[in-house]
């Protein structure tokens, strides 16, 4: 059955002329191998806990070399690689997520490019910036890294695969129906970046360079940047993968953690979790820790997996639906790719290097007075003694970032804040201070304004009469 509906799958991208023979071969694979339902379920048993050798700390590995040469060595032999497939339609912003002003009128772009410049410039070294684009985003990408043509920087993008999306009735792709726009097709998540790489060009181009690491992050994670300690560590014990982990908190038990199984290590997501243990999964006891999406790869190893096809992640299935038709998009993580490199490991790192902006609520937060941007790094303001961040709960009335940057005429200080839940119809003046925990809901069709000034602690504000 399974290969009858193949073989007619087939048939049908055959003629799909807009995407490449790769790009074709590819995505009839990975159907192929959900068709087989190869994913082999976990079993609970069988999961350890990683060691500290497998999940290094990060305070443990050895300080890197402090002479400027030996580190521009170092330097040169890495490259960087931001995942730039996104859209910043959540957060009301058309065009990539990646040029949503941060701070102080830069946008994540223009932070990653001044960050790896002035790392350039201080020693002396040249660490490329690569940008995986996806076809939601080439075209605007394209016009807006035209800006850095004058940086100490080499800037290289290239796109990450276009799939046909599969119609569930019956397993034919949507564009074939006539769905000739954009909403036929999707990018197949982030695991696409190896192969991605390797069909580019960029790979080869990159070890004919000397490279022989690249950094992979999100482009929306402000604490991803270059880490020379991390980089040392790898180069010296020869690690092929490393994934940053960070200990979880409660607002982290969703995401994926590092375990050991039979002998290797591997990323654990909530998908693959029986239901019987997915509150086990989600305590913060047994997995302590989660992955940032911070990774440090081989270049020489993702060469050889690719080229022997061995990079078989688990398939994460994203049902969709487009003009009231019910569609398939299988999708894979480059995280899950742990268990295939050598010497793979993870270092569970300090919090600071997950700062990732997701919604307006963590605008809010970078944006404030809990943050200074230096060099276009963003650090955190000693005078907050508690590690963690404060929660932020906004309503729907601030999800848009223009609605957002409205509703307060300057961001309130929130160093001595714990929590804020905002809902309703509510403006913020000049100079608010907000400390402990604060809550403030506007009734339906009541306006509040805080004003100028003003300073609120431990206070919940349900009416004009609070204030």
Not at 195 to 207: E, I, V
Not at 357 to 374: I, N
Request: net charge negative; aromatic share 8%.
């Amino acid at each position: 059955m399974a290969d009858a509906k193949i073989a007619k799958l087939q048939s049908a991208v055959a003629e799909l002329n807009q995407i490449s023979e790769n790009e074709k071969s590819g995505f009839i694979s990975l159907v192929s191998r959900y068709l087989s339902g190869e994913a082999e379920q976990i079993e609970w048993s069988k999961i350890q806990t990683p060691t500290d050798e497998v999940v290094v700390p990060y305070d443990t590995l050895s300080p890197p070399p402090e002479d400027l040469e030996a580190t521009k060595k170092l330097l040169d032999k890495l490259a960087v690689l931001k995942l730039n497939g996104g859209l910043g339609t959540t957060m009301g912003c058309t065009g990539p997520k990646s040029v949503i002003e941060v701070r102080n009128g830069f946008t994540f772009l223009d932070l990653i490019v001044i960050q790896i410049e002035s790392l350039n410039k201080k020693y002396g070294c040249n660490v490329p910036l690569l940008l995986m684009n996806s076809f939601n985003t080439h075209d605007d990408t394209q016009k807006i890294v035209e800006k850095y043509a004058n940086s100490n920087i080499e800037i290289h993008t290239f796109n990450q695969s276009q799939y046909p999306r599969l119609v569930m009735e019956d397993f034919q792709p949507l564009p074939s129906k006539g769905h000739a726009g954009k909403d036929g097709w999707y990018p197949p998540g982030h695991g696409d970046v190896f192969p991605s790489l390797m069909n580019s060009g960029k790979l080869d181009a990159l070890l004919s360079q000397g490279k022989e690491y690249v950094f992979i992050a999100n482009s929306d994670n402000l604490g991803a940047i270059v880490d020379i300690k991390i980089l040392n560590h790898l180069i010296n014990n020869q690690n092929e993968y490393c994934m940053e982990v960070t200990p979880k908190t409660l607002a982290d038990v969703k995401g994926g953690t590092l375990i050991s199984y039979e002998g290797r290590v591997q990323l654990l997501e909530i998908a693959q979790v029986p239901d019987a243990h997915v509150n086990e999964f989600k305590s913060i006891e047994k997995f302590k820790i989660f992955n940032t999406n911070n990774l440090w790869v081989n270049l020489k190893a993702i060469k050889r997996l690719v080229e022997a096809d061995a990079l078989k992640m688990e398939i994460i299935p994203n049902p969709k639906e487009v003009d009231g038709v019910k569609v398939l998009q299988l999708e894979t993580a480059a995280g899950a790719a742990i268990r295939f490199f050598d010497h793979a490991i993870g270092i569970n790192v300090p919090r600071s290097r997950f700062l990732p902006v997701k919604a307006t609520s963590d605008l809010l937060l970078v944006q404030s007075d809990l943050y200074t941007l230096v060099d276009g790094f963003v650090i955190r303001n000693k005078a907050r003694t508690n590690p963690s961040n404060p929660s932020i709960e906004l309503g729907p009335e601030f999800k848009k970032v223009a609605n957002f940057l409205s509703r307060f005429k300057s961001i309130p200080s929130i160093v001595e804040l714990d929590s804020l839940k905002v809902s309703g119809d509510v403006w913020f003046g000049e100079g608010v201070v907000l400390k402990g925990n604060v809550s403030i809901a506007a009734k339906s069709g009541v306006k509040l304004e805080i004003s100028d000034g003003a300073v609120l602690e431990n206070k919940v504000i349900n009416g004009p009469e609070d204030i």
